[in-house]
Every structure is written in structure tokens, then in C-alpha cells.
């Protein structure tokens, strides 16, 4: 049976597929002290094309979750930035032969995913799925679809 | 005296300074039905140079809140994505000579301010104040300070 057990979201861990986007790590203090700015975190990378934001509303999933799909985008990376403090779950992989992997962040964590990484659609585990997405926005497609031979279940 | 009542945040009053980021409005339907697109709702301008995305962690402030301080970058506009559902304190003003304005935020509402437009500090009013930054990533200063003669307070 193909399953997966989520483990806690690390920049380590995630490193051969995104960023995360968290308040950890070095910092500068900004507004006479009152702010800690954890500057530049993610490797934006739209190829040239404009990056934008938009804010994507998902319908909650729940644990076990079975999924047999997975995409990329090849123009372009993508940041997920949760607009609630709930953790959610994220799918990744190195490519479509390789073994699936799921994190699940600490609620306190966003993501970006690198160009071309290969992931599963937005997986929210708590109402409501508020994230703001900044990536590429362009009219080519930008989407390539792989379906898996057997499904994986991510386990409770 | 210099008094502010915060207002409602909505896009309409908010459109002369920058962009509401929210899930309402138009949107397109993604992952099978189970997500909301909202897309593409900033202005997103960083002058050609870089736009990064920071995480910024700031003390939160209490109502009434006293200010003679604002800013700006002209250089680049900046968004802030808080990363809770707590709503969070936003002024801004047209140019250094006219009023202040105070909005508060509905707990699901992010916003960007366009290129230039004055500010006042990030001011979350309940822990954690955390954000993401959308915003320019370069070398030089871009940033103007101006002080009020007198300052205002924000009416709780």
C-alpha cells in the first residue's frame, strides 16, 4: 500500500524543494525596534514575467488524504503563504518516478516552491483555506499534469 | 487635537494608496472545483529590480495608538500578507500636507501599497504580528521618513 507519513516542515528538509518562508533565523530590527524583518527568504523566480499576488480560498481536506495527481509549473515558482495560523499539508517530489514526500508546516509557515518543482494541489487541513500566492502571471499555460499508476494515502 | 477613527478597510477607499488583497470579488475555479483563483489583485512594482518575499515579526500595539511618524518607498511598492486572521491597524496618507487615514482590516484582508504611497509603520494590534513581505529587494536606501509637526492618535 502506498502511504505517507507527513513530517514537520524543516528548511533542511524542504531545501531540494522550496523555501520556508518562517520568522526563524537571522533577522534586522526596522521600525525602531518594534519589527523583526526576515528579509528576502524566497528564491521568486518568474522567468522575467510579471509576479503577482492573488488569494486563493481551498477547500479543506482531511487527514487520511489520497491523491494520485501531482503538477509543476516550468515558467515559474510559487509561493504559499497561509493568511491563518492552522497548519497545512504540503505534497512534493523530486520527479514523477521518485517516492511522494508530505510535510506538514507548524502553522506558523509558509512555502515557496522553486521552479518546476513537481507538488500536489493547495491541501488546507482546517477551514478557513486563506492563502495569498505570489507567482508568475502570464497567458501561457504553465501547468503540466502527472497522474500517478496507483494512488498514495497521506496517514493521520 | 489630532484624532483618527479607523475605518473599514475596503478597496473602494483604499484604491487612492493601494490594493486590498481578499477573497472576494471575481475569481476562477482550480484543483478540480476545490479552489477559489483570485488573481492577480496587486500592483506589484519594484522598478525592474528584484521583488522578494520577507517575513517580518512586529510587537503589536494597542488602540489608541499615538504616531507622528510615516513613510515611504519610492522605489517600490510593498505588501503585507499578515499570516493570521487577526485584523491589523493600516494609515497611509496622500501626501505629507493632508490628513492621515486609519483603516482596520476585517481579519482576512491583505493589502499592497502602491509605489510611493506614505505609511505609517507595520501595526499589528494582537500577537503574533506576523506578515509577509512582497516588496523590492535591493541595495540602495529607498525610503523617505517625514514627521508630523504634532502627532495623532488612532481612536480606539
Not at 507548524?106 to 482546517?126: E, K
Request: overall charge negative; charged content about 15%; glycine content about 8%.
Amino acid at each position: 500500500m502506498n502511504t505517507l507519513s507527513p513530517q514537520p516542515l524543516t528548511a533542511q528538509a524542504f531545501a531540494p524543494f522550496g523555501d520556508v518562508l518562517d520568522a526563524t533565523g537571522d533577522f534586522r530590527l526596522i521600525n525602531d525596534g518594534f519589527c523583526q524583518r526576515h528579509h528576502d527568504l524566497a528564491q521568486v523566480d518568474t522567468g522575467g514575467s510579471k509576479t503577482g499576488i492573488s488569494i486563493f480560498q481551498a477547500q479543506p481536506r482531511a487527514l487520511p488524504y489520497r491523491f494520485d495527481l501531482i503538477e509543476r509549473h516550468p515558467e515559474g515558482s510559487q509561493a504559499f503563504i497561509p493568511m491563518t495560523q492552522h497548519p497545512f499539508l504540503v505534497i512534493v517530489a523530486l520527479n514523477t518516478t521518485s517516492q511522494p514526500v508530505a510535510f506538514l508546516t507548524n502553522g506558523a509557515q509558509g512555502i515557496n516552491l522553486h521552479r518546476g518543482t513537481w507538488h500536489g494541489v493547495l491541501t488546507p487541513l482546517h477551514a478557513p483555506g486563506l492563502f495569498a500566492v505570489v507567482d508568475r502571471i502570464g497567458t501561457t499555460t504553465n501547468l503540466e499534469e502527472y497522474r500517478y499508476p496507483s494512488a498514495f494515502t497521506v496517514l493521520g
